[in-house]
């Protein structure tokens, strides 16, 4: 058996971890209601250019809309198609994912908060 060096072994490219979130069975909209959403780790790339984009915006003038499209960006961010692995939202779903019933944003943000480890950050994102 080849020894890996710990360098070798940190760069080895491998999945990236997974999650599965499932709405509960009694939400209101019976086509959502026991489905599955699958949410993926960000890359430190990805979580790089997500971050940037409240670094950018300071304390400007875009920087009020972008703090209340923060949990809309990560849902953007990290839910899958699992069948595709490709991302199941684009930018242009923020504004009507904004519009989605906090409750089940929530389900889907806790999880995705904690699968790629900005709790902390989120917190200090939103101003909370």
């Known amino acids: 058996m080849t020894k890996v060096s710990l360098r070798d072994a940190f760069l080895k490219p491998v999945p990236r971890r997974m999650v599965k979130v499932t709405v509960p069975a009694d939400y209101p909209n019976p086509e959502l209601a026991g489905k599955s959403f699958t949410l993926r780790a960000m890359s430190a790339y990805e979580r790089t250019i997500y971050e940037r984009a409240f670094a950018a915006v300071g304390n400007g003038a875009n ?22 692995g490709s991302l199941l939202f684009t930018s242009e779903d923020i504004p009507a994912l904004m519009q989605v019933d ?27």
């Open 63 to 84: 920087a009020e809309q972008v703090q209340n499209e923060s949990r809309a960006r990560l849902l953007v961010a990290t839910v899958i198609d699992p069948s595709t």
């Open 102 to 128: 906090a409750g089940l944003v929530d389900l889907l943000v806790t999880e995705a908060l904690k699968l790629v480890n900005l709790v902390q950050d989120q917190k200090t994102i939103s101003g909370n």
